[in-house]
C-alpha cells in the first residue's frame, strides 16, 4: 500500500523556519513528480510546491516563493520543505503527495492523503 507519512510541524514565532519531510513507500518514488499542499481551517487545500521526478525544476505557489524551497532525496524515498520567514498565513496542515504533472495538470495528486502536519506560525 501507498504510505505517505509528514512530519516536522510544529509551532514557530513569525519569522521562523521549519523543515517538513514526507517519507513514502509503496511505490516506485524516483519516477514521480512531487508536491507540497497545505489547507487551513475552513479553507480548501492548496497546492505549494511542485518538483519533478528527478529534483530538476521546481515551482511554488506564489505565497511561498522565495521564502519556500522544495527538494527531494529519492534515495531515501523522502521529499522536504524547508519554510523560512514563516508568517501567520502560513498556519495549516501540510501534506505530501505524488503529482500527475503534465498529464492531469500539475498539483493533481495520485495518492490518499496521509495525516499531514501541523504548522503554527503564531507569536
Known amino acids: 500500500q501507498v504510505k505517505l507519512v509528514e512530519s516536522g510541524g510544529g509551532l514557530v514565532q513569525p519569522g521562523g523556519s521549519l523543515r517538513l519531510s514526507c517519507a513514502a513507500s509503496g511505490f516506485t518514488f524516483s519516477m514521480y513528480a512531487m508536491s507540497w499542499y497545505r489547507q487551513a481551517p475552513g479553507k480548501e487545500r492548496e497546492l505549494v510546491a511542485v518538483?519533478?521526478?528527478?529534483?530538476?525544476?521546481?515551482n511554488y505557489a506564489m505565497s511561498v516563493k522565495g521564502r519556500f524551497t522544495i527538494s527531494r532525496d529519492n534515495a531515501k524515498n523522502t521529499v522536504y520543505l524547508q519554510m523560512n520567514s514563516l508568517k501567520p498565513e502560513d498556519t495549516a496542515v501540510y501534506y505530501c503527495?505524488?503529482?500527475?504533472?503534465?498529464?492531469?495538470?500539475?498539483?493533481?495528486?495520485?495518492?490518499?492523503w496521509g495525516q499531514g502536519t501541523q504548522v503554527t506560525v503564531s507569536s
Open positions: 518538483i519533478t521526478s528527478g529534483g530538476g525544476p521546481t
Open positions: 503527495n505524488a503529482d500527475g504533472g503534465k498529464s492531469t495538470g500539475w498539483g493533481t495528486r495520485l495518492f490518499a
